[in-house]
């Protein structure tokens, strides 16, 4: 078997096992039922949460479901919590981006003994019979990161690495990603790591302190910033505006928010990931529903999560730089042209 089919019959294989497998909602009656499902968030503080919570519920009320969302403010003691109460609320189906990918196998487990699957949304859940993943490919980002800062770097290549949250095992995918790019380059000296560090809970305030910390041990002798998202490319910026770097150097990003195209069109930032978040939002309500209906769901990939290959559907990016703002982020109606260029 070469390895397409091998793949297209690991898919098929799975998606009729998730239809077997299915927990609770499979009876032909659930159809008639009130469909309502839980969406547990680690937090809504980047601006791309809350487009994610908004385009699922909107789906999700335009496939005839109800949505219970939680926030759990980058606290995992506080996600369980409102994991339970969504069980408690009688959800047939749970949707969860995990603060802690870790953390949150707990609450599958407690969702599986009451019969009701649960997809991971965006971020992986680790170490657990997870029913599905759905998200944008983790380690193509890091892949795409990796090789926009390479190819435009000059003679110079001396790079600082800021990671996202280490309890996060998208940023752990992203750097894997970026490993492949910049591990032979390494190797054969014609890059070096000068710094690296994890930007606990994405925070963009850590990765000032990480860019402070860097420039303090190494002066102005850095090249490029490889941030692993938008908030930390800010953080980061903010340094490097305060050592006159900023506009000198590449900095890279991810999530296409507002302030980084803003900044990619002014210059500080050389570019983002763009992620259609409708896409996502859309295609997790549509498997959301179909799970918690018994339907079976198409998987094409899967993700190994420590414990098994969990089934993926995983939604291909777009690299953004000043070149393409307008014919991708602002053609969509992510943002306005008039924000972007103020
Ligand atoms: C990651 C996600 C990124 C970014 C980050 C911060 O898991 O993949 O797009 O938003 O979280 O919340």
Redesign the pocket.
């Known amino acids: 078997m070469n390895a397409r089919i091998a793949l297209v019959a690991v898919s098929l294989a799975l998606s009729v096992l998730i239809g077997l497998t299915l927990r609770g909602g499979g009876d032909t009656k659930s159809a008639e039922k009130r469909l309502v499902i839980g969406f547990s968030m680690d937090?809504l503080k980047?601006a791309?949460?809350q487009r994610d919570r908004d385009y699922f519920v909107a789906k999700a009320k335009a496939l005839g479901a109800e949505v219970l969302v939680q926030s759990a403010n980058s606290d995992d003691t506080r996600q369980m919590q409102d994991v339970q109460a969504l069980l408690s609320a009688g959800v047939s189906v749970l949707v969860i981006v995990p603060h802690n990918g870790d953390a949150m196998k707990k609450a599958v487990e407690l969702a599986h003994e009451q019969h009701v699957p649960v997809i991971a949304y965006?971020?992986l859940i680790t170490g657990t019979d997870l029913d599905l993943y759905v998200s944008f490919d983790?380690v193509r980002i890091g892949e795409v990161q990796a090789q926009y800062l390479v190819d435009h770097l000059g003679a110079q290549k001396r790079i600082v690495r800021i990671h996202?949250a280490n309890t996060?095992q998208?940023a752990h995918f992203m750097k894997q990603g970026q490993d492949k790019v910049l591990q032979p380059l390494i190797a054969s000296k014609a890059l070096m790591i000068v710094h690296e560090d994890w930007a606990e809970n994405?925070k963009p305030e850590q990765a000032k302190k990480i860019t402070n910390a860097a420039i303090t041990k190494h002066g102005k002798t850095i090249d490029a910033v490889l941030a692993a998202?938008d908030?930390t490319a800010g953080g980061a910026i903010q340094a490097l505006t305060e050592e006159g770097l900023a506009g000198k150097i590449v900095v890279t990003g991810?999530?296409a928010e507002l302030v980084a195209c803003q900044r990619i069109a002014q210059g500080s930032q050389l570019m983002t990931i763009y992620?259609p978040l409708e896409k996502l939002a859309a295609t997790a309500a549509e498997l959301a529903v179909k799970l918690a209906l018994g339907r079976p769901v198409v998987a094409k990939g899967s993700l190994n999560n420590g414990k098994v290959d969990v089934p993926a559907v995983l939604l291909d990016v777009v690299v953004v730089d000043k070149d393409n703002l307008k014919s991708t982020v602002v053609k969509d109606g992510f943002h306005a042209e008039k924000d972007v260029f103020p």
Do not use: A, H, L, S
Request: no cysteine; aromatic share 12%.
């Open positions: 937090t980047e791309r949460w965006d971020r983790p996202g996060d998208n994405w998202n908030g991810q999530d992620k």
